[in-house]
């Protein structure tokens, strides 16, 4: 490259413009001049408080898109030992409070869970230490069980996992079809949990309540998480399972007795309940060849399934009754079930008000599924704990995850004598590692959207429909890697840096850095404000200097 003789180009009037300083400027402490100056907090996400587990969800995205993977699952295990499966299952409240939502969209992080968690599949989690001498019994192979068994596990304390079935696992085997949760997915995780060592199962193991109090003199606690496992009868309908069957127990035979499906096909089913497992019951059914149509009380607006499971059960040809009710029930000399159905004005406290409407319906089996209830009663003491749906009823599988979670917290607490409450902040945000530096969610309007340019969420793929109707196969389609990573760059990180140097750039001190956090030299800062006011995701705050 040709050199350029600067002083034959610049003259003596051009020079005595430029602004130099005979010695370094670092002499020159200008953060003296500043009344405020900026300071470097960390907050939290509204998806991270919308999650039940609270979930640090910008971190782990974060760690993605700089194709750490193995931090990722690090980050998103630490809080869920379940990310395949609730990539899959759960209704993800997170994306609800998005504060993408209000721009262009939330955020797929439904999805982008889902890659990260599949990959965790081959990552087994590190192994525990023995940390405690005390000993723990959990009941109830589960999701809550599994997951207050893990989060004891790693923190050193030795769990028995007793378990009625001869299988772990509790609703995600037999209560979730393979079409939403493939059982490899579960049997990788669960050997994953089980991989952090001391959990000692003793599967085939039911504990009635008797039984629960000899563990209680066994063991320095009991956690019991056995789900809800009776179910709730329609007063003038009884299960018979000759043509009257119950839609949990029915839908545990389906997923797990391939024998006994043979049973189930060609026919004309009605399915009472349009709740989750109702819309399981009828689209297994659906895909085992037969006729299926739900028989519901209320609209199916006001069905409390997922949405999602109620469109796609339209989709796959699934008939709706809305509004009626079966009066009474009769069989045939031909062993079929003669319904007669009444309209339905309204319900009132759970009663359904009847109208003057009524229709004859022929159906060869019925399945209610009306829900469940516990199968016996105990309550809390300073050596039992309880968790999953059998202490707050029918929810969720994350709520179930959460419940365990809390569960091994408030045991470890009891222990130790350890104080959570940073944990506990309104009463619901419990995460493990304190990975913030203020309990504070960060809104809408602290992000800046001039950093953003909208652009549509991830399209969601699924199986066409007219090939559900005879197989198993996941109808939610995994997206591509770029897919994924495009969709996780639309995450605004809100309240967690993701180095994006904004600040760095705008600084007219050069006084930032930036390298796992954001870094000052209040030497130079003159506390000008302008790193607060760009800063993308609100981790920069002014605060009086004192």
């Not at 399981?280 to 997922?306: C, H, K, M, Q, W």
């Not at 995460?431 to 953003?452: A, C, G, M, Q, S």
Request: proline share 4%; hydrophobic share 35%; aromatic share 10%.
């Amino acid at each position: 490259m040709e050199s350029v003789d600067y002083q034959s180009v610049i003259s003596d009037k051009d020079v005595r413009r430029f602004p130099i300083s005979i010695t370094t400027t670092e002499v020159n402490l200008t953060g003296s001049w500043r009344f405020s100056k900026p300071v470097f907090k960390e907050k939290v996400s509204p998806c991270s408080v919308g999650c039940p587990v609270n979930t640090n969800i910008p971190k782990y995205i974060f760690y993605l898109l700089k194709n750490d993977m193995d931090k990722a699952v690090e980050v998103l295990r630490r809080e869920n030992p379940f990310p395949a499966t609730c990539g899959r299952v759960c209704p993800h409240f997170c994306q609800a409070k998005c504060n993408r939502k209000d721009y262009d969209g939330a955020v797929e992080i439904k999805q982008i869970e889902k890659f990260v968690g599949d990959y965790a599949l081959n990552v087994p989690p590190k192994k525990a230490k023995v940390l405690s001498n005390r000993s723990v019994a959990v009941v109830g192979g589960g999701p809550a069980g599994l997951s207050c068994a893990y989060f004891l596990a790693v923190s050193g304390y030795k769990v028995d996992l007793f378990e009625k079935e001869n299988f772990l696992g509790g609703l995600l085997v037999y209560g979730i079809p393979e079409y939403r949760l493939p059982r490899s997915v579960v049997k990788r995780e669960i050997e994953n949990i089980l991989s952090v060592g001391n959990i000692e199962v003793h599967l085939g193991s039911e504990i009635n309540r008797d039984e629960l109090e000899e563990l209680k003199s066994n063991y320095d606690a009991v956690f019991v998480g056995v789900g809800l496992s009776k179910d709730r009868e329609i007063e003038n309908i009884k299960v018979d399972n000759r043509g009257v069957f119950s839609g949990y127990g029915l839908l545990k035979r389906l997923n797990t007795d391939l024998e006994f499906r043979k049973r189930f096909s060609g026919e004309r089913i009605g399915v009472i309940g349009a709740g989750n497992v109702a819309m399981d019951v009828a689209r297994t059914l659906i895909r085992l060849g037969n006729d299926v149509e739900i028989i519901y009380r209320r609209t199916l607006e006001e069905a409390p399934s997922f949405e999602d499971e109620k469109n796609e059960a339209l989709e796959e040809n699934v008939k709706v009754r809305e509004k009626r009710v079966v009066e009474d029930l009769q069989y045939d000399t031909e062993g079929r079930l003669l319904l007669r159905l009444r309209g339905v004005d309204r319900v009132e406290k759970g009663k359904a008000m009847l109208n003057e409407i009524k229709e004859d319906c022929v159906v060869d089996k019925l399945i209610l599924a009306t829900g469940q209830a516990r199968a016996f009663d105990i309550d809390e003491d300073d050596k039992v704990f309880l968790g999953g749906d059998f202490l707050h009823g029918a929810r969720t599988v994350i709520e179930a995850i959460a419940s365990g979670k809390q569960a091994a917290f408030r045991i470890m607490a009891k222990f130790e004598g350890r104080d959570f409450s940073y944990m506990d902040k309104d009463d619901r945000f419990f995460r493990v590692e304190r990975d913030f530096d203020e309990y504070k969610v960060v809104p809408f309007e602290r992000i800046n959207l001039h950093y953003f340019e909208k652009q549509e969420p991830l399209k969601i793929e699924k199986l066409p429909k007219e090939e559900r109707a005879s197989n198993f196969r996941e109808v939610v389609l995994k997206p591509s890697l770029e897919k994924i990573l495009s969709e996780a760059k639309r995450c605004f990180s809100c309240g967690v840096c993701n180095e994006c140097k904004t600040c760095w750039f705008f600084c007219p001190d050069m006084c930032i850095g930036v390298h796992d956090g954001v870094e000052f030299d209040y030497s130079f800062c003159k506390g000008c404000g302008v790193c607060s006011e760009e800063c993308p995701r609100g981790v920069i705050d002014m605060v009086e200097d004192k």
